[in-house]
T-cell receptor, first 114, second 117 residues
């Protein structure tokens, strides 16, 4: 079984400040991990993914995430927040045994303070 | 990049009627498509996995007779909500997997907002 926990359903940061969104996973096999962003009334857009290559993964829009097996974490960061980053962010896990099901976290709503 | 479309984007229907939602992969062949449901301010819940040419696999608790899924071609899957009721009102999102590009990323459609009155 696999699961994802996102700590903090709401995060607020000032424009230009560091963004840190937390994600911890549980998986019985080596996982694939994903971060998605969702803007209001839209589908999900992939920010980045970890697929057992480099542990530091760079994504779009200046976001990156680091896979830490010892901490079972995959936190999302961005050095300097922009107003356009305001959205809902979802962490997701998939076991790479090929069952292909994504299990999503409960999401974190990011608000940017001008 | 790979594009997935959904139609319609919004639909309002009366209680007791049926509504069909289409999910299309526009520039790739999707052997597998997924249907999700999202309630306001909540996460995505997988409803079913749809494989081209075979019956869909439903998640536990999802009524297969109420949510009919058909994956007739490598670019089209449909979700039909039968005898809709107000509690079926939700945001439905599909995704498609392009097996020719791995490891395996799901491309999401823009979603369909269903309101049952």
């Amino acid at each position: 079984a696999q699961s994802v926990t996102q700590l903090g359903s709401h995060v607020s940061v000032s424009e230009g400040a560091l963004v840190l969104l937390r994600c911890n996973y549980s998986s019985s096999v080596p996982p694939y991990l994903f971060w998605y962003v969702q803007y209001p009334n839209q589908g999900l857009q992939l920010l980045l993914k970890y697929t057992s290559a480099a542990t530091l993964v760079k994504g779009i829009n200046g976001f990156e995430a680091e896979f830490k097996k010892s901490e079972t974490s995959f936190h999302l960061t961005k050095p300097s927040a922009h107003m356009s980053d305001a959205a809902e962010y979802f962490c997701a896990v998939e076991s790479n045994f090929g069952n292909e099901k994504l299990t999503f976290g409960t999401g974190t709503r990011l608000t940017i303070i001008p | 990049g790979a594009v997935v479309s959904q139609h319609p984007s919004r639909v309002i229907c009366k209680s007791g009627t049926s509504v069909k939602i289409e999910c299309r992969s526009l520039d790739f062949q999707a052997t597998t498509m997924f249907w999700y449901r999202q309630f306001p301010k909540q996460s995505l819940m997988l409803m079913a996995t749809s494989n081209e040419g075979s019956k869909a696999t439903y998640e536990q608790g999802v009524e297969k007779d109420k949510f009919l899924i058909n994956h007739a071609s490598l670019t089209l899957s449909t979700l039909t909500v039968t005898s809709a009721h107000p509690e079926d009102s939700s945001f439905y999102i599909c995704s498609a997997r392009d097996r020719s590009v791995g490891p395996y990323e799901q491309y999401f459609g823009p979603g369909t907002r269903l309101t049952v009155t």
